[in-house]
């Protein structure tokens, strides 16, 4: 369950925010998120179905001064951050497998669970450019 993942060159990643409602705490939606996140990782975890491995990341509140860029003041960039709750990365072998599984009935039946939650919720692609991990001495 927290294995560490390896990600190929090549595939994609969604990057989904989610952003809960008022009042509800990321505790109130782990078991639904857990239970949606098992549901992918055991369905659609082959070939066919493409998914390569995923992360669920809860929003700390940190912004880095040394990596953003721009005349916005910390609390400025803060309320932008706020967007989102929890982000959801997954890793996929291609977007139309992504895009497959997530039309799939399973998934909309737990999706839509946790969005009962959610105020508001995307996801946005993006295609691998580049991955390094540091070299050896």
């Known amino acids: 369950m927290f294995h560490p993942i390896n990600i190929p060159f090549g595939c994609v990643m969604l990057f989904n925010v989610v952003d809960l409602k008022d009042g509800v705490t990321v505790e109130d939606v782990e078991l639904v998120l857990g239970n949606m996140c098992n549901v992918v990782k055991n369905n659609y975890g082959d070939d066919h179905g493409g998914f390569i491995g995923g992360q669920v990341y809860k929003n700390s509140g940190f912004v880095s001064d040394e990596g953003s860029l721009g005349d916005d003041d910390r609390d400025e960039k803060r309320v932008k951050q706020r967007m989102g709750d929890l982000v959801i990365v997954t890793y996929w072998n291609s977007f139309e497998q992504h895009e497959k599984s997530h039309a799939d009935e399973l998934f909309n039946k737990h999706f839509s669970e946790l969005a ?3 105020d508001d919720t995307y996801e946005v692609g993006y295609e691998m450019l580049w ?3 540091p070299e050896d001495d």
């Open 116 to 118: 009962s939650f959610c």
């Open 131 to 133: 991955q390094g991990v």
